[in-house]
């Protein structure tokens, strides 16, 4: 299995599946999933919305993933994953794990030949970064997808703490 860390925009990336951290709605947001949301144009939230008015009424569960069209990103699929909100008095870890494992479980049930993760959590949900990085390396080591797995962050500081994970 192959790892890989890029520090970039997420929505530049040329693969097969981008994830989005969402959140539960589906219907966009800030940081990554309304950049995702924007760069991949109304074709996303076109098929947002048609989960949302079928299958997922109620909106995706933290932990869970599933997969829309890429619009208009150099991607097949955006696999949308909703990760937990960091609370230092309740270990959520297992939802972050989650959050990664059910996305490479989705992207090898699609078929995928190689997938490009965010650091889930780790913005606005307030998740401490060499944490959110640790659980995101050893899931994915953990689930050893066939297909190359890129993780990639906005800065520095997010590119050490995987940098640091990736040796582990």
């Known amino acids: 299995m192959q790892l890989e860390l890029v520090e970039?925009?997420?929505t530049a990336q040329t693969v097969d599946a981008i994830v989005n951290a969402a959140n539960s709605s589906l219907l966009g947001g800030g940081g990554v999933d309304g950049a995702i949301h924007r760069a991949g144009g109304q074709e996303i939230l076109a098929a947002c919305r048609h989960l949302r008015a079928t299958t997922l009424p109620h909106g995706l569960p933290t932990g869970e993933a599933?997969?829309?069209?890429a619009g208009r990103l150099n991607a097949r699929y955006v696999i949308h994953?909703?990760?937990p909100v960091w609370d230092p008095a309740d270990d959520r870890s297992h939802l972050l794990a989650a959050a990664y494992r059910n996305s490479l479980v989705l992207a090898t049930e699609l078929g995928v030949a190689s997938i490009a993760f965010p650091a889930i959590s780790a913005g606005i949900y307030g998740w401490p970064l060499t944490d959110a990085a640790t659980i995101a390396v050893r899931t994915a080591r953990d689930v050893a997808p066939s297909f190359p797995v890129r993780f990639v962050v906005f800065n520095r500081p997010?590119?050490?703490a995987f940098r640091n994970a990736l040796a582990l």
């Open 8 to 10: 970039g925009d997420i």
């Open 81 to 83: 994953t909703v990760g």
């Open 158 to 160: 997010a590119a050490e």
């Open 66 to 69: 599933v997969a829309t069209t």
